[in-house]
């Protein structure tokens, strides 16, 4: 038996995180969808991440909900990193206006709970070699 925690990120906090950790880490990995603490005792869900952010937006203004403001406790450098990724893609959105299908099948294998451990990998150049060293 464990207790779950239902969290709210949308696919486009997804994209966000996922081109947070390539630029910052190297890494290709961004949050899960669906995975069980270490402890084994809290189980993390994130129903959402098919979701985009403005479709969210549209439907608690429509059904009179709160719209809470950025907050990302986990960003690098306050919000303003998360805000700028955000613009980012927005900006590629205008040219690329499937931009947000593409992204999300590219994550899908890293948001994939039976998909552990390729979050973690370095990015390989051509010949093999690491780009995080």
């Known amino acids: ?13 997804l994209a966000e995180s996922f081109f947070m950790s390539v630029f ?11 995975y069980t603490v270490t402890e084994g005792d809290l189980r993390v869900i994130r129903p ?17 909900l709160p719209v ?3 907050n990302c406790p986990a960003c690098f450098e306050e919000p303003k990193e998360r805000h700028r990724v955000k613009q980012l893609l927005a900006q590629q959105e205008l040219l690329f ?9 590219a994550m899908k294998p890293l948001y994939s709970k039976h998909q552990v451990g390729m979050e973690s ?7 093999g070699s690491n780009l995080s060293n």
């Open 48 to 64: 959402l991440i098919y979701v985009r952010e403005k479709d969210l937006r549209l439907f608690a203004e429509a059904a009179h």
């Open 97 to 105: 206006p499937k931009l947000a299908h593409s992204l999300q099948r």
């Open 24 to 34: 910052h880490n190297g890494l290709l990995r961004t949050m899960k969808a669906n």
């Open 1 to 13: 038996w464990y207790q779950r925690r239902v969290r709210g990120q949308h696919l486009d906090d």
């Open 68 to 70: 809470i403001a950025e």
């Open 121 to 127: 990998r370095p990015l390989k150049t051509v010949n």
